[in-house]
């Protein structure tokens, strides 16, 4: 396994929790999403990866979503939004997150 491979596989889970990070602070579109995701290139993902795993969160229940007009006559777009059910597994991630981070900052002895 090289690098890539292997940042990969770590990237595969924690997309979902930043989408859910996102979507708890505001609700947000889809572009939105993935241009946020642009910032950090480690998280940078296609919308091949990423609607999927929208339409993924939605059948959980995890997001609901709604569309909205555009202020500039734009299409509508499809807002996501995080549900109470959302909120209790984005915690709970959180909590595995961070005993995560503890556990592999003990074994680097920080």
């Not at 241009?35 to 609901?64: F, G, H, V, W």
Request: charged share 25%; hydrophobic share 35%; glycine share 4%.
């Amino acid at each position: 396994m090289n690098i890539e491979d292997w940042r990969s596989q770590i990237k595969r889970g924690t997309l979902e929790f930043c989408i859910l990070l996102m979507i708890k602070q505001r609700a947000s579109y889809g572009y939105e999403i993935i241009s946020n995701l642009e910032k950090y290139p480690i998280l940078a993902a296609k919308e091949n990866t990423i609607y999927p795993l929208l339409r993924r969160l939605l059948k959980e229940d995890y997001i609901s979503s709604s569309w909205q007009e555009s202020a500039e006559g734009l299409p509508p777009r499809k807002y996501y939004s995080i549900t109470d059910k959302g909120l209790e597994y984005l915690y709970a991630i959180s909590a595995e997150w961070d005993n995560l981070l503890n556990a592999i900052n003990e074994i680097k002895g920080e």
